[in-house]
């Protein structure tokens, strides 16, 4: 029986050969990687599902953070891109020291750390509840491209000019203190290890910089206790309003959601103000596909975004903008009457 199998397999390829040839080289075509990636609609997730808070009550609607599904760049993914309307291609800038693989995934898992130690600070604070931080540490998470330099995204800052940083604003009152073009002489972790590097004070604006973005990290002590769950493929700062809004619902005792399924998307910071996002029409989309009832949006030209998206498709879906938690709160407040 297999013989037969393998005889007739074997025919097929024989009297067929240039056609077979032909897919398999339109395939690896199809499949050679171009410098882009595609952005398109995504979908939402249960939030409840990658924050688990101890003894947190249940509710009858639901929170959902938003995704952008991203494709990796080929030609067959750039060519459905000029089809395929809601899909658009972005160029990869290969130059840039921030966009190379390692760094790109370093950088969005700091930022995503990040904004859940932002999301529990706010939310426990909020909801009275206890919060300790223990420790605390400065990761470098971004880079000025157009500058050459000995710093990597993931150093961790220990020292500025032998001295100790303790704080972002120690650190700031440092680079003031100092006259543009002049070094600052750092030392850093990197893998493990002590490294020590240079770096010159430059003026954007009129304001001193060193061209550097830092991610705050800290380990954090609640009761009662939060656990996330998020996956290695998820990163990045733009669930970090929703993770503390889920967080904060299973603080208290009431049930804010009002039977909604509620989708949102920002970023947090320990004040409670939310910070706007990329790829909002896409989230919106996801949202929309999902059959949500409320899409929550930070203020400003996200929302202009997403209020354009939907007027075009005409979609059925609340929008609404917050510039703050309480700005969702009070909306929320509202839903029982």
């Given at each position: 029986?297999?013989?037969?199998v393998?005889?007739?397999?074997?025919?097929?390829?024989?009297?067929?050969?240039?056609?077979?040839?032909?897919?398999?080289?339109?395939?690896?075509?199809?499949?050679?990687?171009?410098?882009?990636?595609?952005?398109?609609?995504?979908?939402?997730?249960?939030?409840?599902?990658?924050?688990?808070?101890?003894?947190?009550?249940?509710?009858?609607?639901?929170?959902?953070?938003?995704?952008?599904?991203?494709?990796?760049?080929?030609?067959?993914?750039?060519?459905?891109?000029?089809?395929?309307?809601?899909?658009?291609?972005?160029?990869?800038?290969?130059?840039?020291?921030?966009?190379?693989?390692?760094?790109?995934?370093?950088?969005?898992?700091?930022?995503?750390?990040?904004a859940?130690?932002?999301?529990?600070?706010?939310?426990?604070?909020?909801?009275?509840?206890?919060?300790?931080?223990?420790?605390?540490?400065?990761y470098?998470s971004?880079?000025?491209?157009?500058?050459?330099?000995?710093?990597?995204?993931?150093?961790?800052l220990?020292?500025?000019?032998?001295?100790?940083?303790?704080?972002?604003?120690?650190?700031?009152?440092?680079?003031?203190?100092?006259?543009?073009?002049?070094?600052?002489?750092l030392e850093?972790?990197?893998d493990?290890?002590?490294?020590?590097?240079?770096?010159?004070?430059?003026?954007?604006?009129?304001?001193?910089?060193?061209?550097?973005?830092?991610?705050?990290?800290?380990?954090?002590?609640?009761?009662?206790?939060?656990?996330?769950?998020?996956?290695?493929?998820?990163?990045?700062?733009?669930?970090?309003?929703?993770?503390?809004?889920?967080?904060?619902?299973?603080?208290?005792?009431e049930?804010?959601?009002?039977?909604?399924?509620?989708?949102?998307t920002g970023?947090i910071?320990?004040?409670?103000?939310?910070?706007?996002?990329?790829?909002?029409?896409?989230?919106?989309?996801?949202?929309?596909?999902?059959?949500?009832?409320?899409?929550?949006?930070p203020?400003?030209?996200?929302?202009?975004?997403?209020?354009?998206?939907?007027?075009?498709?005409?979609?059925?879906?609340?929008?609404?903008k917050?510039?703050?938690?309480?700005?969702?709160?009070?909306?929320?407040?509202?839903?029982k009457?």
């Open positions: 029986m297999i013989s037969k393998y005889e007739k397999i074997k025919e097929i390829l024989r009297n067929n050969y240039v056609y077979v040839i032909l897919f398999f080289v339109l395939y690896i075509g199809l499949m050679f990687p171009v410098p882009y990636y595609v952005e398109a609609p995504g979908g939402i997730i249960d939030i409840t599902d990658k924050v688990e808070v101890e003894n947190q009550p249940d509710t009858e609607g639901s929170y959902n953070m938003a995704y952008v599904t991203e494709y990796e760049g080929t030609v067959f993914t750039m060519l459905l891109s000029y089809v395929l309307p809601d899909w658009d291609l972005v160029k990869i800038e290969s130059q840039d020291v921030n966009e190379n693989e390692e760094a790109t995934y370093t950088r969005n898992h700091l930022m995503l750390e990040e859940n130690q932002n999301a529990v600070m706010y939310a426990y604070q909020k909801a009275e509840k206890e919060v300790t931080i223990t420790s605390e540490a400065m470098v971004y880079l000025d491209p157009e500058v050459d330099w000995e710093l990597k995204v993931g150093d961790i220990r020292k500025a000019d032998g001295k100790e940083i303790e704080s972002k604003e120690q650190f700031t009152e440092l680079i003031e203190e100092k006259e543009v073009g002049d070094s600052i002489s850093v972790e990197r493990g290890k002590e490294e020590e590097v240079s770096v010159k004070v430059r003026e954007v604006d009129g304001e001193k910089l060193l061209g550097v973005v830092i991610s705050y990290l800290r380990e954090i002590e609640t009761d009662p206790e939060v656990t996330f769950h998020f996956s290695e493929k998820e990163s990045g700062p733009s669930a970090g309003f929703m993770t503390a809004l889920t967080i904060y619902q299973a603080l208290i005792d049930d804010l959601t009002n039977g909604l399924k509620i989708v949102g970023t910071d320990q004040e409670g103000n939310v910070g706007s996002i990329g790829g909002v029409k896409y989230k919106l989309m996801g949202a929309v596909r999902a059959k949500a009832d409320v899409f929550f949006v203020a400003g030209e996200n929302y202009e975004e997403a209020k354009k998206v939907k007027e075009d498709k005409g979609y059925d879906i609340e929008l609404v917050v510039e703050t938690f309480d700005d969702a709160l009070s909306y929320l407040e509202k839903q009457d």
